[in-house]
T-cell receptor
Framework: AQTVTQSQPEMSVQEAETVTLSCTYDTSESNYYLFWYKQPPSRQMILVIRQEAYKQQNATENRFSVNFQKAAKSFSLKISDSQLGDTAMYFCAFMIVETSGSRLTFGEGTQLTVNP | DTAVSQTPKYLVTQMGNDKSIKCEQNLGHDTMYWYKQDSKKFLKIMFSYNNKELIINETVPNRFSPKSPDKAHLNLHINSLELGDSAVYFC??????????????FGPGTRLTVT
């Protein structure tokens, strides 16, 4: 079974600064996908960034980037130039694709607060 | 032009009642899911359907019964509601294994409160 661990229940950062959220996972699979989802107070789950395990290059999406260390099973999210709208719960998620369908396994979440 | 919609968004009911949550997606996806988010914000998959066929069925009480009338709809019916069923229920959809992205799109969630 796959597990995802987010060791930081809460974090805060000043507006315009950079923050890194940690995520580790455990799996015996070699081909899988990793995601970061954002859940603002509106409750909507929003995909922030995606990483395919077979790709060595770290994914980036504007101010969001990841540090994917496959051997260490680590998948951290860096948010640059933090904005007030980044305040949300952030979930790291792991997915393998099986012939019976795919499922997301989520971490416990990190509540990020961006302070003005 | 909402991609994944759920109704209702809020549901307050008493113990012992039976209730349903509806989900519809207009993305042309063929796989749909139900996730439960508990009071500690932990998200866990409950069910997944592919082309109306049950694919994933996690350890969920028999009181929960998903139904997929077509591949664009996946409803969740809950019998004999208990206090512990209070949670936010998310519907999601994705393309099947043919889609290399495998991205799941989530609905807005339904907050169920059992009193």
């Amino acid at each position: 079974a796959q597990t995802v661990t987010q060791s930081q229940p809460e974090m805060s950062v000043q507006e315009a600064e950079t923050v890194t959220l940690s995520c580790t996972y455990d799996t015996s699979e070699s081909n899988y996908y990793l995601f970061w989802y954002k859940q603002p107070p509106s409750r909507q789950m929003i995909l922030v960034i995606r990483q395919e395990a077979y790709k060595q290059q770290n994914a980036t999406e504007n101010r969001f980037s990841v540090n994917f260390q496959k051997a260490a099973k680590s998948f951290s999210l860096k948010i640059s130039d933090s904005q007030l709208g980044d305040t949300a719960m952030y979930f790291c998620a792991f997915m393998i694709v099986e012939t019976s369908g795919s499922r997301l396994t989520f971490g416990e979440g990190t509540q990020l607060t961006v302070n003005p | 032009d909402t991609a994944v919609s759920q109704t209702p968004k809020y549901l307050v009911t008493q113990m012992g009642n039976d209730k349903s949550i509806k989900c519809e997606q207009n993305l042309g996806h063929d796989t749909m899911y139900w996730y439960k988010q508990d009071s500690k914000k932990f998200l866990k998959i409950m069910f997944s359907y592919n082309n109306k066929e049950l694919i994933i069925n996690e350890t969920v009480p028999n009181r929960f019964s998903p139904k997929s009338p077509d591949k664009a709809h996946l409803n969740l019916h809950i019998n004999s509601l208990e206090l512990g069923d209070s949670a936010v229920y998310f519907c999601a959809s994705s393309l099947s294994v043919r889609d290399l992205t495998y991205e799941q799109y989530f609905g807005p969630g339904t907050r169920l409160t059992v009193t």
